[in-house]
């Protein structure tokens, strides 16, 4: 099998997250890698760079991996875990600005068709119009 | 400035334990206009600074600060994580490798609030802790080198924190209440304020 791009899910909610990768799974089976992961470190609702970290890991492929998140902290939370990356590896993985759940579909759907990660990205952000 | 390693680690204990002890406060501006989580946060992240309190305080300033920005970053939970890591990051990175911290504290400061505005992509005026870090940077640029530096510093942080509160927040979650974001403090503006507050006392010696 050809590596497809990777699916990160990034959710303040651990249960958003989980239930966003379900639908996921739904669509593309396992012909994609996705991780994802929600909470702050003590468990509560927030995000968490070493687990932003890890989820990126797992899901990692040699095309890339393209993360979903929610909300703002999710956001400068994954930016941050992507600058904190080995420098060959920070290139090759991108925080799209689209719909956590519909944004997590569009990509890896797109994904699972052997796109690049720049074509993964762009379609989950048709999403949010650019 | 001439530094001892141990009005270092005071500082940053001072520090660490004026953020704890604010952390009802920063919920309560929190719950105000934002997740109401800041104080919680904020809590965790400086808890885990002072867990390592020992071994920054034996550490370079440089590799001191990046370690406390690295900590931020791997504990707080929030966006304020990034933002302040961010901070001390690049202030570390603006510092030489030794032990001296050099006369003029504003290119060091101003690297981090530089680093701040990048991860926020947010600029003055949006109700942030830049509204905080920025009038602290201007005031340390004009006062180099003045006795009543440190007084000046407090002043102005305090000040800047109540200029937040007719602010309408267009950046963070506090941006989603549009008009209803005015008339409260920000929660990021007061935990900048309780850091720069606590600093300047460490620095005169009055805790």
Same mark, same amino acid.
């Given at each position: 099998? @050809? ?10 909610? !651990?249960?958003?997250? !989980? ?13 994609? !890698? ?12 927030g ?9 990126? @890991?797992?899901?990692?492929?040699? !095309? ?12 400068? @939370? /994954? ?17 799209? @600005? ?16 052997? /796109? ?15 | ?20 002890? +604010?952390?009802?406060?920063?919920? =309560?501006? #929190?719950?105000?206009?934002? #997740? *109401? ?16 309190? #020992?071994?920054? =305080? ?8 990046k ?10 939970g929030?966006?304020? *994580? ?34 701040? =505005? ?31 530096l ?9 000040e ?14 506090? =941006?989603?209440? &549009?008009?209803?974001?005015v008339?409260?403090?920000d929660? &990021?503006?007061? +935990? ?16």
């Amino acid at each position: 099998m @050809n590596d497809t791009v990777g699916i990160v899910i990034v959710s303040h909610s !651990k249960d958003i997250a !989980k239930g966003t990768a379900d639908m996921v799974r739904q669509m593309v089976g396992n012909e994609v !890698k996705v991780a994802f992961c929600g909470g702050n470190p003590d468990g509560g609702l927030g995000t968490d760079v070493p687990l932003i970290i890890d989820a990126i @890991n797992s899901a990692w492929s040699s !095309k890339g991996v393209a993360i979903l998140v929610d909300l703002g902290g999710a956001e400068t @939370n /994954s930016e941050m875990a992507v600058e904190m990356l080995e420098a060959e590896r920070r290139d090759l993985v991108v925080v799209c @600005n689209a719909p956590i759940v519909e944004g997590a579909v569009m990509a890896a759907t797109e994904a699972a068709g052997g /796109s690049s990660l720049a074509q993964v990205k762009a379609v989950a952000e048709e999403l949010s119009g650019g | 400035m001439s530094l001892q390693p141990e009005t270092f680690k005071t500082l940053v204990k001072v520090a660490a334990e004026r953020v704890i002890a +604010s952390a009802p406060e920063l919920t =309560s501006l #929190d719950q105000a206009i934002g #997740d *109401g989580d800041h104080g919680t946060n904020m809590k965790r992240g400086f808890e885990a600074v002072l867990n390592k309190l #020992d071994a920054i =305080s034996s550490l370079p300033f440089d590799e001191a600060l990046k370690t406390i920005g690295k900590t931020l970053v791997m504990t707080v939970g929030g966006a304020s *994580g990034p933002l302040y890591g961010s901070f001390f990051l690049a202030a570390g990175e603006a510092l030489s490798h030794s032990r001296q911290l050099p006369d003029d504290l504003a290119e060091i400061f101003g690297s981090g609030v530089t680093a701040v =505005s990048a991860r926020g992509r947010s600029q003055a005026g949006e109700k942030t802790m830049l509204d905080v870090l920025i009038p602290v940077l201007e005031t340390l640029k004009a006062g180099a080198g003045q006795p009543n530096l440190i007084e000046r510093v407090r002043s102005t942080a305090v000040e800047a924190v109540e200029r937040t509160a007719p602010m309408q927040a267009t950046k963070g979650r506090a =941006s989603f209440l &549009g008009t209803r974001s005015v008339g409260h403090v920000d929660p &990021g503006a007061r +935990s900048s304020c309780v850091l720069v507050q606590a600093v300047c006392a460490s620095l005169e010696g009055r805790q």
